[in-house]
């Protein structure tokens, strides 16, 4: 873990201007101090003892600085130091004008320009936190356009109220450990411009203003001066408002809350802040929309493994997504009251603590008792587990047939079995068509080979002899490659043995100086040559050869992977899953893309809304992470135009 810094540090940040004054102001040669120089006014006489220089050591110097090396520079490690536990505190100060406001909060408008507080909220791990939800919850925009703004000379839109915008952070521990959470909070600090207010010009409002402006910040600065004079013992926090909320973030022990952590991993719940309860009801609403998205998602996952998918023309809004995972829902309750009343038709429900009805229906069937309808853990999928259980007897009801009841009560099962003939039967077929227990895996698997998975079987062969006949040749290959080395080895043995019989014997040259050589030695030069050749093409045939096997190997595996999903999903269908279910699920069955009536649903055309936010979207200048900087922007500006009175 790093040391974390607990000192103050103080950064100056200086407005781009178009004529900058260098004769002021001069920065450092490491940017880290800064020299004021003002002239001597001469109207004021000869014997003028006004301070003319100033000399300040700071932390850096912010000239003509983005906003975002800003934030790296200012803000970055005091956000990622408060998610393991340290409170941090960035207080923007100067002069009306000066860009404290451009500094904190940036331009709303553009998201380049954003300023520290988006920034810090979009930082690491909040984005774990879904970053569109937490801006847009937070008051952060709304409080932006809530504060009050006057215009004066210095500064068009001059913020008159300080802004504190306080993240709270609750870091739990993922494995266990005696702390359970750590408490941190960010402080970031936009404050209300001092002004000298012959230079603003300001009257009324605006002046009184003004006047409260600079008393709370001379609080402000009356505190830091004692807070940093170690033999204080009183501050006096209680002297302003301001200063009274910044009591635990300026006072002794304010960065302070560091517990165990090494072993704390980045798991960050944020609350947000100072206006948590104003929020609160908000953010429970939000969840809830939340998670409703969430079941949505998971029902869109469902209608794509129901393969009802592909028939559907493009969704295109989450409005068409709601009103197909609607339609859903009323299929599936369709299909469950069906299933209900095809089990009442056949079957008597009776509580199995009722031992008085137990006994009577026995002495009427005389001992023949009747199975539940046997339904199995897959099936369960297409219910929900607790819908299901609600339909189907519980433990404590068993079911006999209704042979022998009274014979109203027969009556009404007659009339209900009537009405559900059709399916009955073809159900009933099916039954006694399917084996009373399912084939072994392997007797199975032979029959889906020749049947349904005849077509994947027979492609897998089909490569599978493909890879064969790639690894017989690579190995001929291989062996011949072995055999040229073999030869050249031993034609440049004998070479060699050549070479030193023909020097031991005296070598012969031409009338050019070129040694003259026997036709054996010839020969071998020759058959040496040809060999490197063959090497040489053998050598690639191996290499591409390698690469074929590689590539036909993965097709077979990817075939022998299909052949066996294939197969499980077959003989689950067959075997496994009950018959009605089947019936349901086939092409002719009663669950089946037409039941969701697609008209409904394309006729959600996008609305405006929708369809600004996609094109918004698509335009974003900026890339993905800007989406929430902008939607959180245009969801404030909607709140602020429907909080406004109409003009009408
Ligand atoms: N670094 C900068 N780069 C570009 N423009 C800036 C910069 N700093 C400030 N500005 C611009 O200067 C103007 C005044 O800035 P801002 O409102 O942030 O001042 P302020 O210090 O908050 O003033 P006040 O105390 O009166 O509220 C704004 O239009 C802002 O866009």
Known sequence: MHAVEKKVRAFVRVKPTAQFAQDVIKFGPDNKSIDIYIKKDAKKGVVNNKQTDWSFKLDGVLHNTSQELMYETVAKKLVSEALIGYNGTIMCYGQTGAGKTYTMTGATAEYRHRGIIPRAVQQDCFNMVNMFHLIST???????TNRVI??????KNSSRSHCIFTIYIESRFRVLSDVRCINSKINLIDLAGSERLSKTGSEGRVLKEAAYINKSLSFLEQIIIALADPKREHIPFRQSKLT????DSLGKGCGSQQPQIECMENSVSMSLSALETLTHKHMNSEESELFELVQLTTAWKCLLVFSLYASFPQIMNFRQVQEVFRQFKLIVRQQEDEVETRLRSKYVLIDKNDFATIAAAQKVMAGAWCALVPVKEGTKSLFSGRDLAAHLPSKSQVMVPPKNVDVKEKARNEDTANIDAQPSKS???EISQRPSSPPSRA???EQFKEECGSEINRIFKENKSI???RRKRSSTVARRINIIKQEMEDIKKALEAQRQERSQQGEYVDEKGRLIIDEKEFLLIMKLKDLKEEYRCSYAEL???KAEIQYCQHLVDRCRNKLISEFEIWYSESFLIPTYM????KPSGNIRPGMIPINRVMCLEEDEQDRFERMQEAMLPAGPDSVAFYKAKMKTDQKVMSAAPSSL
Request: charged share 15%.
């Open 443 to 445: 007797v199975a698997f």
């Open 543 to 545: 290499q591409d050869l």
């Open 138 to 144: 937070t008051p952060f925009c709304f409080g932006e």
């Open 150 to 155: 006057a215009e004066h000379t210095l500064n």
């Open 582 to 585: 089947q019936n349901a699920l």
């Open 244 to 247: 009274h909320v910044l009591k």
């Open 467 to 469: 890879l064969l006949a």
């Open 427 to 429: 159900v009933s077929e």
